[in-house]
């Protein structure tokens, strides 16, 4: 029986121990015997749990007990998982986590350290929830040059865009529908800014790439200023408006982004509703693919940190090579990223002519307003247009 510690006891934390406990049998047959979970560190006691009398309050309890092989991260946060992830490696001890704050800030160097120390660093958990991506783009996929990654990777914005749609309702009043049914925190920035989902997006691309690609150098825009007469014109247009991450080659290097779009019922996202996430790739040998499932959630995440403590056991002696190095990707120029954009002003059919030409004029019924579609166009160069217009709202449009 191999012995494991989870650090932090929330809702992915005691899912963990749930999960062990449920498939208890199952894993029992995958994992060398089965693991166990013997020490919890937390700052709170919790009488009446299964782990109560598992509870510890002191890391160095953990890292210097040599029973311990295997230890799960679900604290969240950079500090203190990145100190208390640091020790178990440094004590030769494998971790996996779910915490995106911590891989996308710290996983090159804590992919490193492993390495050094012979044991693993797994963090299937920190993109997508339970759905399956980065162990198949470490070894699936590793035959194929992947030319793109589009994703919706934040099962909150999926979920008030999806009611926003239905509904005909507007920003706040979805936003407080998530956050009493427990898809929103009660401070939602992370998600509603698309701060989450550009965490992820970043880690995605420095596993593709192989180098530390920095989520503060990405274009990163939310959901804060759609609103339901945005939702009325992309009806009108027979589209759904979604926060998309993406990340593609192109000749002057990777582009990432975080945004909302346009797009069409053709799109392979278009039908990812509510708060399911999906993955599309798209590789030079491969073609498409798309991974879809809960991209959040106590068990479906659980079930992945421990999907990756069981491939720790069956890699006990030897390390898991990622490639992801420190060595920062500067990213493509996003002001020469060619886009569509979609465009609601104030200002006259005519004006919209001068300054853009033949646009695509359409007329959702609303007062004072209409919208319209470009041409292909550079992000500077809509910028540079669009100043001349009384833009009321913009929207990305996708295939």
């Known amino acids: 029986m191999i012995k494991a510690a989870v650090m932090g006891y929330g809702t992915i934390g005691s899912g963990v121990a749930e999960v062990l406990r449920i498939n208890q049998d199952s894993i029992a047959g995958k994992a ?8 919890v560190l937390d700052l709170r006691d919790f009488p009446g749990d299964p782990i109560q009398d598992k509870v510890v309050h002191d890391v160095n309890i953990i890292v210097n ?24 490696l440094e004590a030769g001890k494998h971790v996996t986590t779910s915490n995106k704050a911590l891989v996308a800030d710290k996983g090159a160097e804590l992919i490193a350290l492993a390495r050094e120390k012979n044991v693993n660093f797994l963090f299937e958990a920190s993109v997508g929830g339970g759905i399956p991506i980065i162990r198949p783009l470490n070894s699936s996929l590793t035959a194929d040059e992947i030319e793109e990654i589009t994703g919706i990777l934040n099962g ?61 150098d990405i274009h990163t825009e939310g959901i804060t200023k759609i609103s339901a007469a945005d939702m009325k014109y992309a009806k009108k247009m027979g ?37 399911f996430n999906a993955v599309f790739v798209r590789g030079n040998v491969l073609g498409d693919a798309m991974f879809y499932g809960s991209g959040a959630g106590k068990l479906p995440t659980a079930s992945a940190v421990v999907a990756d403590m069981v491939d720790i056991a069956r890699h006990l002696d030897c390390h898991i090579g990622i490639e992801w190095s420190s060595k920062k990707l500067e990213l493509a120029d996003f002001g020469k990223a060619e886009n569509v954009f979609f465009v609601r002003t104030s200002s006259g059919e005519d004006t919209i002519r001068q300054i853009f030409g033949d646009a695509d004029v ?9 919208g319209f579609v470009t041409d292909v166009m550079t992000e500077d160069a809509f ?17």
């Open 65 to 88: 007990d040599p029973e311990i092989q295997i230890v799960v991260e679900t604290m969240g946060g950079v500090e203190p998982a990145y100190t208390f992830v640091k020790a178990m």
């Open 32 to 39: 060398n015997g089965g693991i166990e979970v013997k020490y």
């Open 239 to 275: 589209r759904a408006i979604k926060l998309l991450a993406s990340s593609r080659k192109t000749d002057g290097g990777y582009l990432a982004m975080v945004a909302p779009f346009m797009i069409s019922p053709e799109h392979p996202l278009y039908n990812v509703n509510d708060v």
């Open 383 to 399: 910028a540079e247009k669009s100043a001349k217009l009384n833009v009321i709202s913009v929207i990305r449009v996708g295939q």
């Open 362 to 370: 359409i007329d959702a019924g609303i007062g004072g307003e209409i």
């Open 156 to 216: 909150t914005t999926n979920y008030m865009m999806t009611k926003m749609a239905n509904e005909g309702l507007e920003f706040d009043d979805v936003l407080k529908d998530a956050q009493e049914k427990g898809y929103a925190e009660k401070d939602p920035t992370a998600d509603v800014e698309g701060y989450d989902a550009c965490r992820k997006i970043a880690i995605l691309t420095s596993l593709v790439c192989g180098r530390q690609v920095d989520f503060q």
